[in-house]
Structures are given as structure tokens and as C-alpha cells.
């Protein structure tokens, strides 16, 4: 499974982005999508993640009510809608993919930085 992570840039606090991730390569394994962030001097981070067959999903306390994962199972497509974004929610974005069976996220892209000017 590939990864190709896009849509990051810069917007001030309260604007909005989108961020994309293109999934090549992907089986009937391939169980659920995530997107972590790691900001400097810190560990990566879960932020969401959603299944592909039900679009079950999870979200961070930290981003409930502001971002919403998305799926284009047609595209093979997942979609981060990040809205009201804080200065806080600076950091690089990376989307990742978990098999059915495993505990761990094997896949990752590439990274996409979103900044947010206060």
C-alpha cells in the first residue's frame, strides 16, 4: 500500500483546510485509515481515523467538532476537513493504513505540513 498525502499550507486560526491522502496498492486487508500529526519536539500523534467497509470513525478529543474524516472508497480517497483550526493545530500531517489482524499502522505517506497563524 502507497501513500500520497497532500493539501497542507498556511491559514490563519479559524480558517479551513483539507487534506487528502490517495491510497495505491490497497486489498480487501487494508482495514482502517488514519491521520496523525507530530509537531516539533513531539511524538506523532493519532488525530482520526475511519474504517473503510463501515466508515466507523474516531476522532481526538483535541478536534471534535472541528475536523471530519471522509472516504471515497471509489477513489480510493481519504479526505481530513480540518475547520476553526488553532494555532495549536500546527504540525505535519501524515495518513496511515492499518491491516485487518494488526494493532499497528504500516503504511504511512509522505507528511503534509499544516501552519496556522495566530
Known amino acids: 500500500v502507497q501513500l500520497q498525502a497532500s493539501g497542507g499550507g498556511l491559514v490563519q486560526a479559524g480558517g479551513s483546510l483539507r487534506l487528502s491522502c490517495v491510497v495505491s496498492g490497497r486489498s480487501g486487508s487494508t482495514y482502517e485509515m488514519a491521520w496523525f500529526r507530530q509537531q516539533p519536539g513531539k511524538e506523532r500523534v493519532l488525530v482520526t481515523s475511519?474504517?473503510?467497509?463501515?466508515?466507523?470513525?474516531y476522532y481526538a478529543d483535541s478536534v471534535k467538532g472541528r475536523f471530519t474524516i471522509s472516504r471515497d472508497n471509489a477513489k480510493n480517497t481519504v479526505y481530513l476537513q480540518m475547520n476553526t483550526l488553532r494555532f495549536e493545530d500546527t504540525a505535519v500531517y501524515y495518513c496511515?493504513?492499518?491491516?485487518?489482524?494488526?494493532?499497528?499502522?504500516?503504511?504511512w505517506g509522505q507528511g503534509t505540513q499544516v501552519t496556522v497563524s495566530s
Open positions: 475511519i474504517t473503510w467497509r463501515s466508515g466507523a470513525t
Open positions: 496511515a493504513a492499518r491491516d485487518i489482524g494488526s494493532a499497528a499502522y504500516k503504511s
